[in-house]
């Protein structure tokens, strides 16, 4: 079973700074891409920032500059450092991984998400 738990979330002033992780654990072969997605209130949920494992990464115009997604293959953590936090910020933080597990099968896993409310 693979589990990915996420920590760091809570309550900030507008200009703040918050710094997710999120540990993935269980019977892992390998992790692929791993992510951050959220869903604010009354809104889809989608893709903040993507990192490949060789590290390539990807974010979504309105974070680029202010959020920086790194990740640490040897400890299979994701991390997200967010700077100049914004009200609009303000939603569920998602995990996510593509992982193959020990059987080889693949497949995509998604913690259960941590707040982070930004207050202006």
């Known amino acids: 079973q693979v589990q990915l738990v996420e920590s760091g979330g809570g309550s900030v002033q507008a200009g703040g700074s918050l710094t997710l992780s999120c540990a993935a654990s269980?019977?892992?072969?390998?992790?692929?891409?791993m992510g951050w997605y959220r869903q604010a209130p009354g809104k889809q949920r989608e893709l903040v920032a993507t990192i490949s494992r060789g590290g390539t990464t990807n974010y979504v115009d309105s974070v680029k500059g202010r959020f920086t997604i790194f990740r640490d293959n040897t400890k299979n953590t994701v991390s997200l450092q967010m700077n100049s936090l914004k009200p609009e910020d303000t939603a569920i933080y998602y995990c996510?991984?593509?992982?193959?597990?020990?059987?080889?099968?693949?497949?995509?896993?998604w913690g259960k998400g941590t707040l982070v409310t930004v207050s202006s």
């Open positions: 996510n991984a593509a992982i193959t597990n020990r059987a080889y099968y693949a497949m995509n896993y």
């Open positions: 269980g019977s892992i072969f390998s992790i692929n891409t």
